[in-house]
């Protein structure tokens, strides 16, 4: 569990760009972790490097402090690194639910990469919302993203990339958790450093702290591994105080830390009615595929029926989008795309999956919403993931 520490945002960024970027390219030739932490550079360089992808960045832009409420507006939001900050942050001003949000828990936040115009996207949405957040990297990436975004003109400033949390109220115990890998991130196309994190702290609502985590589970990984990961955040929560979990829980129903498995999982599915696997499993991952997952939370005493909309979508997979084929063409071999054109002909090469969520414990969850005109309704879509909220009572 990595821990808050005094170093500044500044300082860290400064780390990155004098000590550890001139070093990625010598980086870049490795094809394993085992041959990356072998190599002399990486060696000298490692106590640095886990410096930069241990520590929190926070800052505080409140202009004020904000009252205590019976209810508090909880949103997640997987904003796919930040690309459409803009839009994002028009949202987030105007949309009727999202501008009254106390919380924002955001998945796939960039700093310093140049597919999200090298911003440090969750510290300028805090700016710009009067707002106080906390950033947990969760990788360095040693090169610019995967699929489209290698073709991005011009290079990473930093090459950070994780997640956080946005509050109107005070935060407090910030604290990354770090999560076993689902993959090499060295030996795959996107080559990376570090590992997922989930960033976790202490809300200071008047009164009543509440525990939070910004929760982002590995696409690459199995069903089993991705409840394991779950295991390992659930054991660091605070047990005495009341907490909130959401974000991206990658609730695919598919195994798919090989290209092997996801393939014999994709003509299992098809054997069994792809419309079926649609209404009674993509949409419903608790019911068979992620049970363990959705038992796990229960039997730690977390409620996630009430604080989600059943049977709603939260992702939308377009077989047409070049986003979307091009990141499943990193690890899916070309020749299995007209099959899943095929499987998919009935639905306008289209796939509705349940990815994000929440999870509350010691609190109610109540008014569960699924934001899809982000996405859907957008004429730019805002991200490739739905927002999705709670009003925690």
């Given at each position: 569990m990595i821990s808050q520490t005094d170093y500044s945002v500044d300082q860290l960024h400064?780390?990155?760009?004098?000590?550890?970027?001139?070093?990625?390219?010598?980086?870049?030739?490795?094809r394993s972790s085992e041959e990356l932490h072998d190599h002399p550079v990486y060696r000298q360089l490692a106590e640095e490097i886990r410096m930069a992808l241990e520590t929190p960045q926070c800052g505080d832009y409140r202009r004020g402090e904000a009252a205590a409420k019976e209810r508090y507006r909880f949103a997640a939001w997987n904003i796919e690194r930040g690309t459409q900050l803009q839009g994002q942050l028009d949202a987030l001003r105007h949309d009727p639910f999202l501008r009254d949000?106390?919380?924002?828990?955001?998945?796939?936040?960039?700093?310093g990469m140049v597919r999200s115009g090298n911003a440090d996207v969750?510290?300028?949405?805090?700016?710009?919302?009067?707002?106080?957040?906390?950033?947990?990297?969760?990788?360095?990436?040693?090169?610019?993203?995967?699929?489209?975004?290698?073709?991005?003109?011009?290079?990473?400033d930093?090459?950070?990339?994780?997640?956080?949390i946005l509050s109107r109220y005070p935060l407090r115990e910030v604290r990354g958790i770090g999560l076993e890998n689902g993959?090499?991130?060295?030996?795959?196309?996107?080559?990376?450093?570090?590992?997922?994190?989930?960033?976790?702290?202490?809300?200071?609502f008047p009164g009543r702290p509440m525990a939070a985590a910004a929760v982002h589970l590995c696409a690459q990984s199995s069903q089993r591994h991705r409840m394991e990961q779950m295991r390992s955040i659930l054991d660091t929560m605070p047990a005495?105080?009341?907490?909130?979990?959401?974000?991206d829980w990658n609730t695919s129903t598919y195994n798919s830390s090989r290209a092997f498995h996801a393939i014999c999982g994709f003509w299992l599915r098809v054997f069994m009615g792809v419309d079926y696997v649609i209404r009674n499993h993509y949409l419903y991952p608790d019911n068979l595929f992620e049970r363990e997952l959705f038992r796990l939370l229960e039997a730690r005493g977390y409620n996630y029926r009430d604080a989600n909309l059943?049977?709603?979508?939260?992702?939308?997979?377009?077989?047409r989008d070049p986003r979307a084929a091009g990141s499943?063409?990193?690890?899916?071999?070309?020749?299995?795309?007209?099959?899943?054109?095929?499987?998919l002909r009935n639905h306008d090469g289209r796939c509705p999956l349940k990815l994000d969520w929440f999870a509350v414990r010691g609190v109610k969850a109540e008014n569960p919403v699924i934001l899809h005109e982000k996405r859907d309704g957008s004429h730019v879509p805002l991200s490739d993931h739905d927002a999705v909220g709670a009003d925690i009572r």
């Open positions: 400064d780390l990155i760009r004098k000590r550890l970027a001139p070093a990625f390219p010598q980086f870049r030739q490795c949000a106390d919380v924002l828990l955001l998945i796939e936040t960039d700093v969750a510290r300028t949405m805090a700016r710009e919302l009067g707002m106080c957040y906390a950033f947990v990297p969760c990788y360095l990436s040693l090169v610019k993203g995967s699929g489209v975004e290698r073709d991005t003109p011009g290079e990473n930093l090459g950070l990339h994780g997640n956080a993959i090499d991130k060295i030996a795959s196309r996107e080559q990376r450093l570090g590992r997922q994190t989930t960033i976790a702290g202490v809300v200071d005495d105080l009341p907490a909130v979990l959401g974000g059943a049977g709603r979508h939260t992702v939308l997979y377009d077989m499943l063409g990193e690890w899916v071999p070309g020749w299995c795309f007209p099959f899943i054109h095929w499987s």
